[in-house]
């Protein structure tokens, strides 16, 4: 277990460094300069303002100096500066992370929720019952998140009143009327993920021979299903859970412009429309480490859950 650990240890520690110089150097190959966004206007910028903008903000310096200075910031918590909305990074990303945070939250208790039941339901019931979830699973992972936005924004927000088609509320009341649909949205395809990963998963249990066992020595079969069933099947299960828990963090951007979600995700469109480069290297860096972080923690919580993943990767 411990050579587990470390090497996964090791082995997120090597991906945070590698993106981290992706990220800051990708954005360095974007067009244009971004000290002009400084000056504005539609004439051409004063060069002496440039140079003076340039050295204020330490943008003529190398790459691996600037790149430095950027990432031991960003590990003392400062991202620095925005040119574009005339603001520290942090100041940006505290006042809209909570919105994210509220909506991925919201947006994995439907996925855990509906993606499990329907799963699990499906593979213990057979028949057509697990046909039809077999079928809209497969349709839930093949639509896209902002044709599923842009459809329940007009039906249940337009249409039907019954939500808020855009904007953002305060307290229970205010994030049920305006953050259930963009959940929903956000969630829709990993319902269809996870439940059919589930009913995978429990009907391998069901056909395997400890559960024939249980059954035969006349074990109450909800007690089989609990015990047989369920916990065997609990590791996968886990697993593509945690993997759809850290796709959220890729899809928020589209739902929050689609429903005008004041989020960071909104906000690194927003950063890299207006070529904002601190922003979006902030933001990116964010979303990637908590990206593989997540995964990380599901394969040490599945490892621990099914000891048979430390022994296959020991093997």
């Given at each position: 277990m411990s ?8 082995g ?11 990220i ?8 244009g300069?971004?000290?002009t966004?400084?000056?504005?206007g539609?004439?051409?910028?004063n060069?002496e303002?440039?140079?003076?903008i340039h050295r204020?903000?330490?943008?003529d310096d190398p ?5 430095w200075?950027?990432l031991?910031?960003?590990?003392h918590?400062?991202?620095?500066s ?6 520290s990074v942090?100041?940006?990303l505290?006042?809209r992370?909570s919105?994210?945070l ?8 439907i ?8 799963g699990?339901?499906?593979?213990l019931?057979?028949?057509r019952?697990?046909?039809s ?7 839930a ?6 044709v599923?936005?842009a ?7 337009v249409r ?16 049920f ?21 589930t009913r995978?998963?429990?009907r391998a ?7 024939e066992?249980a059954?035969?020595r006349?074990?109450?079969r909800?007690?089989v299903i ?8 609990s590791?996968?299960?886990f697993?593509?859970?945690?993997i ?6 890729a ?5 929050e412009k689609?429903?005008?979600i004041?989020g960071?995700?909104?906000?690194l ?14 933001i ?7 990206f593989v972080v997540?995964?990380?923690?599901v394969?040490l919580?599945?490892a621990?859950l099914?000891?048979r993943?430390?022994k296959?990767?020991?093997?």
């Amino acid at each position: 277990m411990s050579r587990f650990l470390l090497t996964r240890a090791a082995g997120l520690l090597i991906i945070l460094a590698v993106a981290s110089v992706a990220i800051y150097g990708s954005m360095l190959l974007a067009p244009g300069d971004p000290a002009t966004l400084l000056v504005g206007g539609g004439k051409p910028p004063n060069p002496e303002l440039i140079a003076s903008i340039h050295r204020e903000y330490h943008l003529d310096d190398p790459f691996a100096v600037r790149y430095w200075r950027w990432l031991t910031g960003a590990l003392h918590g400062d991202f620095g500066s925005s040119l574009a909305f005339r603001d520290s990074v942090n100041h940006l990303l505290a006042e809209r992370i909570s919105s994210t945070l509220t909506l991925a939250g919201y947006a994995a208790a439907i996925i855990l929720l509906a993606g499990i039941t329907l799963g699990t339901v499906a593979a213990l019931r057979g028949g057509r019952f697990e046909v039809s979830v077999t079928a809209l699973s497969a349709a839930a992972m093949a639509v896209p998140t902002f044709v599923i936005g842009a459809l329940l924004a007009y039906v249940f927000g337009v249409r039907l009143s019954w939500f808020a088609p855009s904007g953002s509320g305060s307290g229970i009341s205010g994030v049920f009327r305006y953050l259930t649909l963009p959940a929903v949205a956000l969630a829709f395809s990993w319902i269809g993920y996870v439940a059919q990963i589930t009913r995978t998963s429990v009907r391998a249990e069901l056909r395997s021979e400890h559960v024939e066992t249980a059954d035969s020595r006349g074990i109450p079969r909800p007690g089989v299903i609990r015990r047989h069933v369920l916990r065997n099947a609990s590791g996968p299960i886990f697993a593509v859970s945690g993997i759809a828990m850290a796709g959220l963090i890729a899809t928020t951007a589209v739902v929050e412009k689609a429903f005008g979600i004041n989020g960071i995700g909104a906000l690194l469109v927003d950063a890299a429309a207006k070529q904002d480069l601190a922003t979006v290297q902030a933001i990116s860096l964010i979303m990637v480490a908590s990206f593989v972080v997540l995964n990380t923690l599901v394969d040490l919580v599945t490892a621990l859950l099914d000891p048979r993943v430390l022994k296959g990767r020991s093997s």
